[in-house]
């Protein structure tokens, strides 16, 4: 028999916030956080940064080769570089040495399903679905102790699936409970140990991460995690998503809405982390790039490389990271061609990141497609 308590409890679980337990409330063994955002939809990443002097681009791109004239024109950030005007915060974190790229990037994988490479982007394999887990959740185990890591979306991305802890968080929809009606509950609770422990720790992440969410909105979403993060007791590691970027058709306007979202959530990040900015690293990936022609709708099509965005106080920033390969020679004739491992820059960040052995990164987290650890991408 479910009594009316019993029925009242779990029901006010399952209305409350989708925490792990894990969620402890207690200091972290390291300063350092890690933010990491997927781009899902593979972002045109010759637009987002495009070659200066290379004739090739307009060639084969035409007007998209162009930002819309209503942004302006593209941003120099190096002499061979300029940033899509869309970006124009990440720009000025590029100038202030607190943000790179690392360019002509891609993954194992040379297929252009979305599915198949989103996997691999989150498994850190060879193959899709070969791998059961995230490969951020294979690094926990050699990170000092501290909360599990967030997602913060509905759901558990793959990238945090696996043995070690993690939780989700998703800010409600739902009109937010009176004071009144959470004390009740808590009062409720407060003879349960497993109920009362679980409550106690939903409020105290619903009170970290703060009322004003705007669920949905990538840019607020992006603040949540920030005021997660920065709070003594939070969790060091959180994963976004952000979806959009197959740019099929029309890519120049919703190109520009994507790289303004993306530019608004790493500004977000920085200012609700305040002087924890300094001892954070945001990583943005995507599965692929795009095709470098233009194709016959103004958009472009499933390509191969893409660039990697990285930002925060510990990158080594103001570089275009990589070995760019031009335009003159393309993958399969129509895609940039990839020159720089995913799982690379990958591992090269988060062992500078964490202060961690690259060579065991590679072992232990990406032992399926391992590549050398890329040096030089995180503050020394």
């Given amino acids: 028999m479910i009594d ?11 209305g409350s916030l989708a925490l792990h337990p894990g969620l402890a409330l ?75 790229v690392v360019h002509a990037v891609a993954s194992p994988y040379r297929e252009r399903s979305h599915f198949d490479a989103q996997n691999i982007l989150e498994t850190g394999g060879n193959a899709a679905y070969a791998i059961k887990d995230g490969w951020l959740n294979r690094l926990l185990p050699l990170l000092p102790p501290a909360p599990p890591p967030v997602a913060i979306s509905a759901a558990l991305p793959i990238l945090l699936q696996g043995a070690a802890a993690t939780t989700s968080f998703a800010p409600s929809r739902l009109p937010d409970a009176s004071a009144s009606l959470k004390a009740r509950v808590a009062a409720l609770y ?20 703060g009322s004003d969410n705007g669920p949905g909105n990538p840019v607020a ?12 007791a939070g969790p060091r590691i959180a994963v976004l998503d952000h979806g959009g970027w197959d740019t099929h058709a029309g890519q120049p306007v919703r190109l ?61 920033g103001g570089r275009v990271h990589g070995d760019w390969p031009g335009l003159a020679r393309l993958f399969e ?7 720089t491992s995913l799982n690379a820059v990958l591992a090269g960040a988060v062992a500078g990141q964490f202060g961690l052995d690259p060579d065991l990164v590679v072992r232990r987290v990406f032992a399926a497609a391992p590549a050398p650890a890329m040096p030089g991408l995180i503050r020394a």
């Fill in 190 to 209: 407060e003879h349960d140990p497993l109920l009362h422990r679980l409550w106690g720790e939903a409020m105290a992440t619903e009170m970290m991460a």
């Fill in 333 to 339: 004739d129509r895609d940039l061609m990839p020159t």
């Fill in 26 to 100: 207690a200091a972290a063994a390291t300063n350092r956080r890690l933010v990491f955002i997927i781009l899902r939809g593979a972002m045109d990443g010759l637009a987002a940064f495009s070659p200066l002097g290379d004739s090739r681009l307009g060639a084969l791109r035409g007007a998209l080769a162009r930002p819309p004239e209503q942004l302006g024109d593209m941003l120099p950030i190096t002499a061979d570089f300029a940033a899509h005007p869309a970006l124009a915060g990440f720009a000025g974190l590029f100038k202030a040495g607190e943000a790179a």
């Fill in 221 to 232: 979403l992006a603040g949540t995690a920030a005021r997660l993060l920065a709070q003594p």
């Fill in 256 to 316: 520009a809405a994507q790289l303004r979202q993306l530019d608004g959530m790493i500004a977000a990040l920085k200012s609700g982390l305040g002087a924890v900015w300094g001892e954070t690293l945001v990583i943005c990936a995507t599965e692929f790039g795009r095709t470098v022609a233009a194709n016959g709708t103004n958009g472009t099509d499933h390509g191969t490389a893409s660039a990697v965005l990285l930002a925060g106080g510990r990158v080594a």
């Fill in 4 to 14: 009316r308590r019993s029925l009242l409890a779990r029901s006010a679980l399952i």
